[in-house]
């Protein structure tokens, strides 16, 4: 059967330790409240001891974070100090995945923790085949918070979204896809939403 992998993840893109809110021994700390896959896949709202390993797999290519379970939130630190980007060079970040049929899907999620220094941020990934992507989440850059969304197509990465919001709005992200179109919003209270990316894209997966 064809697959998608679907991947809940924070990470920090910058090489000294993370700051602020962020800080955990040095490291970033995200909290996923809940995810919901009416369409694919299997909704979980954290509450267990440790995370279930029928529904999810946890990824660390660079062997330096952790995820734990904490009052029904999945929480992620990523080390400080080292590169855990995703970009061009592929998926370096640790992350939560689950997968997901190759079929239309909804995804939705609420993040604690909102990104608040440079090069932070957390969201939603989509992986297809070895090393491409498509990212949806809240980002932090020199212009502030943003909502943000890109695809990583046979190396290549394209913007597909990128504009500022305030802090009060990064809590819920949701990504529809319907069959090529991909569609992006987000919420400050998870009732009323607000559109953010709307694109095109073919998927291959192998």
Sequence with gaps: MKRLRQVIR?????????????RRRNNL???VLETRLPLAGTSDSFNGVTLDPQLWAFVDPQADSAVVLNGGAAEIDVAGGTSHDLWAAGAESPRIMQDVDDSDFVSEIKLDSVPSQTAQFNGLLIETVAGDFLRFDFTHNSGGLRVFAATLDAGQPTV???EGISSAEASYLRVERTGDLWTQRYSADGQTWNQAAAFTLSVVVD
């Design 10 to 22: 924070s990470l920090p893109r910058k090489r000294e330790p993370s700051k602020g809110r962020y």
């Design 160 to 162: 597909r979204y990128n």
């Design 29 to 31: 700390r995200m909290e």
